[in-house]
């Protein structure tokens, strides 16, 4: 029958993977079928072994000096007699850095990253940090005001580093220069930190959000509270020491005047100082004044995405409902008073109809004024202005700022 030759036919093709012979070939073409396909399943058989081999050898190897790893540290915890609170700590601080360096391999892993040029690197490295570094309205415009100094700052003045649960960045009242990190703008990339200053509530701290600007442009920066991770989390530093060297290599840069700016607007508080600065309507005052045309055509943007205006769609929707909202108020008070005045016409003995809804609706008119900007009611502390303390500019961006004058 057929289907028993096509069996036959089947069963002698799988035979010849493991080399066994159910019918023997007669032909010159049935003789060089069967030798090739026993050499290319040879072949495939010991690539397929080997694989197997080397992978199970790479992940035992692997397996063999993480664990050497972790017991040497146990044994150095053992032998210190450290609390086994802060044991366990220590132990998943080691465990999130392996981890985090499995995930995002770090550049001084690359091998072939050290023989690429100067020039190269700095491309790459402009490429990888100015996206995360426009997220602050000021590295946006320098981008355009200095372009070779903000490729020279993600290329020298930039470093990622992650933090493990828990894990304090600094403290309130420490000098930003005695920090553990040292005098740093931070970037939160990934994870949430915590922010919690003497007297308020933890501030949790969202990806997308800059910390400690303060230290950027303040000659002795003191963070006004204490940060720590909240989650396994991973940051951006921007160095300020190398950022304000770069910087007074270029004449042509504004930096220097929004950093007396920074200082002022500082001076000038009356909330309590803090290390969370956010856009508000002050930062963008000081923005436009700096950098006038080139941010009033990109305010719009910063402006919607920081919450300071509404964006066009949702003011299209607000007009709309109090459209509707007006709608409804003037149906339900026609509707009361047509009810009323059937009532007293019905005792008069005559009749009333209702004035018909396109011609109501036609004198109604609902206006909103929508240009203003709502701010959250913030908390009032020991500010710069009612403490009497007065900051003063950084001094290396005070001399380019004599010497722009």
């Known amino acids: ?5 096509y069996m036959q036919s089947f069963h002698f093709a799988i035979s010849l993977f493991f080399g066994e012979h159910t019918l023997l070939p007669r032909t010159f073409e049935e003789w060089l079928f069967v030798s090739v396909t026993l050499a290319v399943t040879f072949t495939l058989q010991i690539w397929f072994v080997s694989f197997i081999t080397t992978a199970m050898t790479h992940l035992e190897i692997i397996s063999t000096e993480r664990s050497s790893k972790f017991a040497a540290l146990n044994r150095f915890m053992a032998d210190n007699s450290v609390p086994r609170e802060v044991a366990l700590k220590v132990e998943r601080n080691a465990k999130h850095a392996l981890a985090e360096q499995e995930r995002n391999v770090p550049e001084s892993k690359i091998d072939l990253l050290k023989v690429i040029s100067d020039p190269m690197m700095t ?5 990888i940090h100015m996206p995360n570094l426009r997220l602050h309205p000021f590295f946006r415009l320098h981008e355009i005001d200095d372009p070779p100094g903000a490729r020279k700052c993600c290329h020298s003045a930039v470093s990622l580093f992650p933090v493990g649960k828990h894990d304090v960045v600094f403290l309130a009242t420490e000098s930003a220069h005695n920090s553990f990190y040292g005098p740093r703008m931070l970037f939160v990339l990934d994870g949430e930190m915590e922010y919690h200053r003497p007297e308020t509530h933890p501030e949790v701290v969202p990806p997308e959000r800059w910390i400690s600007e303060g230290a950027m442009w303040v000659a002795e920066w ?22 304000q060297e770069i910087a007074k290599e270029s004449p042509q840069t504004r930096a220097s005047t929004y950093a007396v700016g920074f200082v002022d607007m500082l001076n000038s508080m009356e909330e309590e100082v803090t290390d969370l600065m956010v856009y508000n309507k002050e930062t963008a005052e000081l923005l436009e004044s700096v950098y006038r045309e080139d941010f009033i055509s990109m305010r719009s943007d910063f402006d919607v995405k920081y919450g300071l205006r509404k964006s066009e769609e949702e003011v299209t929707n607000v007009k709309s409902s109090i459209v509707s909202l007006a709608e409804h108020v003037v149906l339900h008070r026609l509707s009361r008073a047509s009810r009323a005045g059937m009532e007293m016409e019905g005792r008069r003995g005559s009749t009333w109809s209702l004035i018909p809804r396109s011609l109501t609706l036609s004198s109604v008119t609902a206006t909103t004024s929508l240009g203003g900007a709502l701010f959250a009611k913030k908390s009032t502390g020991a500010s710069a202005a009612s403490t009497g303390m007065h900051l003063e500019v950084v001094p290396v961006v005070s001399e380019a700022t004599e010497e722009s004058k």
Do not use: Q, W
């Not at 963070?223 to 190398?242: I, Q, W, Y």
């Open 123 to 127: 491309e790459l490295h402009y490429e």
């Open 222 to 243: 003191v963070h006004a509270g204490t940060l720590r991770a909240a989650s396994e989390s991973r940051l951006l530093a921007l160095d300020v020491h190398k950022f």
């Open 1 to 5: 029958p057929l289907s028993t030759r």
